[in-house]
C-alpha cells in the first residue's frame, strides 16, 4: 500500500507532511498526491463559499497496489482518501461533512479520473475546538 498526507499551509496550499519534498516521490507516489491536492483545494473552495473556515486540515490518500513492491506492472486496486478537518465550532462540523462529500463525490476531477482506475473510497473525520474544550 502507498500512502501520502498533504498538509493545508497558512497560504491554503497543500504540502506534503513533515517537508518531504516531491521529487523524493516516485510516479505512482504523485499520482496519490495529485488526488489529494485536488480532493483538498475542491473542498476548500466549497467550505469558502459556505463561509466555513477550517483551523486545520489534511488530506491523506492511500493506494492499494497488486504487488509486493512498485514495479513496472503494479496497479492499483483500490483507494481511499481520508479527509481530516479541525474547526472552531461544533455546529459547523455537519456542513463541513457536506462540503467534503460534494468535493469528493462530485467535483474533483482527480478523484474522478482515479475512479476509472479503481474504487475511490472516502473517510470523514472532524473535530471542533469548542467541543474538545467543552
Request: glycine share 4%; net charge negative.
Amino acid at each position: 500500500m502507498e500512502s501520502i498526507k498533504l498538509e493545508m499551509t497558512s497560504d491554503r496550499r497543500f504540502l506534503p507532511a513533515g517537508g518531504r519534498n516531491l521529487a523524493d516521490y516516485n510516479p505512482k507516489e504523485l499520482m496519490l498526491v495529485a488526488m489529494g491536492d485536488c480532493a483538498g483545494r475542491t473542498a476548500l473552495a466549497i467550505m469558502e463559499k459556505m463561509r466555513l473556515e477550517p483551523v486545520a486540515f489534511e488530506v491523506e490518500t492511500e493506494g492499494t497496489i497488486d504487488t509486493d513492491r512498485v514495479q513496472a506492472e503494479t496497479r492499483f486496486t483500490a483507494f481511499v482518501v481520508t479527509y481530516n478537518v479541525t474547526c472552531l465550532r461544533f455546529e459547523d462540523q455537519d456542513r463541513i461533512s457536506r462540503a467534503l462529500e460534494l468535493a469528493h463525490d462530485k467535483h474533483c476531477g482527480v478523484v474522478a479520473m482515479m475512479r476509472r482506475i479503481a474504487p475511490v473510497d472516502r473517510r470523514i473525520l472532524i473535530h471542533s475546538i469548542e467541543a474538545e474544550n467543552k
